[in-house]
């Protein structure tokens, strides 16, 4: 299964892909955690990613066209992928296509979550993620059981640097102009699937399930 998650910043993408990879045993790839961990390592491509990252603005197409297209010809993609965050412009998705095309290997569907800006602002300036596990929490509606510590492993939870307020009305004003476009072309490819991402990420996530079943 060939998934691609569509949704502005804190729709809730990495959160299902994390619940898709656990139930169906397929890798989430998710370029934004991709490129953070670059930026965390000083890697070439971190300090390539670092500053249009912190600023809210989406790296340069043709660097994060190579992260995927070396990605999903990798061993563990063979019997399926979870693309959360990629493609993010019109550019990306033809070269997504044209990737897929040469592998012989189809999109089976691509879930668009929708969501209120003032939910996703709420969602995203509480948000904490596990710094060792990945894991994500959130101040108010999924604390910890400890404040500041991961559940899952018991690493130290942290708050990523664009989740500030400022840095997120840029993300969703980016995700307006270059990313939105993105549902009609894939609506007219016939394999656009809209839900709306209100209740709880359970809920959702037995709606995704009811999907791509
Ligand atoms: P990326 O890491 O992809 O961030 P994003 O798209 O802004 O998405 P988020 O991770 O913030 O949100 P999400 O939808 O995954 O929501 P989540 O499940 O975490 O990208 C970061 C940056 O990297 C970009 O700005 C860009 O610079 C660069 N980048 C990445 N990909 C790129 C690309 N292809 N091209 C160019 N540049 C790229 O949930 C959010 C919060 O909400 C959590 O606290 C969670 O617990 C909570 N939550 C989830 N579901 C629910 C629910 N149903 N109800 C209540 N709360 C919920």
Sequence with gaps: MRLILLGPP?????TQAKMLKEKFGIPQISTGDILRKAVSNDTELGK?????????????DEIVIELIKEKIKEDDCAGGFILDGFPRTIVQAEKLSETLEEMRLDIDAVIDFEVDPQELIVRLTGRRSCSNCGAMFHDETRPPAKT??????????YQRPDDNEETILKRLEVYENETAPLKEFY???????TLEGRGSAEEIFSQVCDLIS
Excluded: E, I, R, T
């Excluded at 804190?10 to 990495?14: D, F, I, L, Q, S």
């Excluded at 500041?148 to 939870?157: I, T």
């Design 48 to 60: 390539q990613a670092k500053a249009y990252m912190g600023d809210g603005q989406l790296v340069p």
């Design 10 to 14: 804190g729709a809730g993408k990495g």
């Design 187 to 193: 609506s007219k490819q016939g394999n656009l699937k």
């Design 148 to 157: 500041g510590v991961c559940d899952h492993c018991g690493s130290k939870l």
